[in-house]
């Protein structure tokens, strides 16, 4: 459902702050259904059947033309206006996107709290093999947002977003305009000045599979090879490889340590 539009907020249409449904989910366009149609199919595809409600969105929107969202969130309804599901959406810098779906079971305190694998490459320097703990406090006056990273040995990052509701009206969008008039490029940014950051501190770079990744590490230097953890250990031994990054854990109970110099 789409919110009263002041003349200052464009939909689908360039502005100086809009919202496009083509950055969202599968990234069809509104004469196709749009970002609800996706939505929509997304959540039966899930089990999840009695969303028929109100969805609305809490995501970054487009400033002069431009934006970059690293995770959107879409509350789901029930035709009783009760919450029946959370979808986050995240996006890396790499323009590839996913979405992970939060059943909003009964809430504790008003909060909901879901895990789920993680399933999606976001950061060079995280591994792939973490767990995801969500912590939302749907929005009222105020909401919450607290996303806890964990591998085997414990806690590795936690994000947190805090904001409180604003009404959508023109004079509330051209204070929101000015006073960040260059939100996406603050938000990119920020983003590689972090990852700059990190880098010069000798933090080892985590790559998936695939033509685009093994293309990054070679520009880094390196000569990437994925392979079957069954056949790295020989591939050590025998020098065929010389050598390999995976999350400590996994160098421990595949005994990689063993043919590593």
């Known amino acids: 459902k789409q919110a009263p539009r002041p003349g200052k907020w464009h939909i689908n249409r360039r502005g100086p702050l809009s919202f496009f449904e083509i950055d969202h989910g599968d990234g069809r366009p509104p004469e196709k259904g749009g970002a609800i149609a996706w939505l929509d199919e997304l959540l039966r595809r899930e089990g999840i059947h009695d969303a028929t409600g109100e969805a609305w969105l809490q995501t970054y929107p487009r400033v002069l033309g431009y ?13 009783d206006d009760t919450l029946a599901a959370i979808v986050v959406e995240v996006n890396n810098t790499f323009g590839e996107r996913h979405a992970y779906i939060i059943p909003a079971d009964a809430p504790v305190d008003g909060e909901i709290v879901q895990s789920c694998e993680k399933a999606f490459y976001v950061s060079p320097f995280m591994d792939m093999d973490l767990k995801y703990q969500f912590k939302v406090r ?8 607290k996303i806890d990273t964990s591998d085997v040995e414990g806690l590795v990052l936690t994000a947190r977003h805090l904001g409180r509701r604003v009404e959508l009206t023109d004079q509330a969008l051209l204070g929101a305009f000015f ?8 938000v990119v940014g920020g983003i590689h000045w972090e990852a700059l ?13 695939g033509d685009a990744w093994q293309f990054l590490g070679e520009s880094l230097g390196a000569n990437p090879i994925p392979m079957a953890y069954a056949e790295v250990y020989t591939g050590l031994q025998t020098g065929a490889i010389d050598g390999q990054d995976n999350p400590l854990p996994n160098v421990k109970n595949m005994k990689f340590y063993e043919v590593m110099s």
């Open 67 to 79: 934006t970059f969202k690293p995770v959107s969130f879409w509350y789901c309804h029930r035709a």
């Open 138 to 145: 749907p929005p009222t006056e105020k909401f919450t947002i």
């Open 179 to 186: 006073k960040i008039p260059f939100l996406t490029l603050k």
């Open 197 to 209: 950051k990190i880098w010069l501190k000798g933090v080892k770079l985590r790559m998936p599979g």
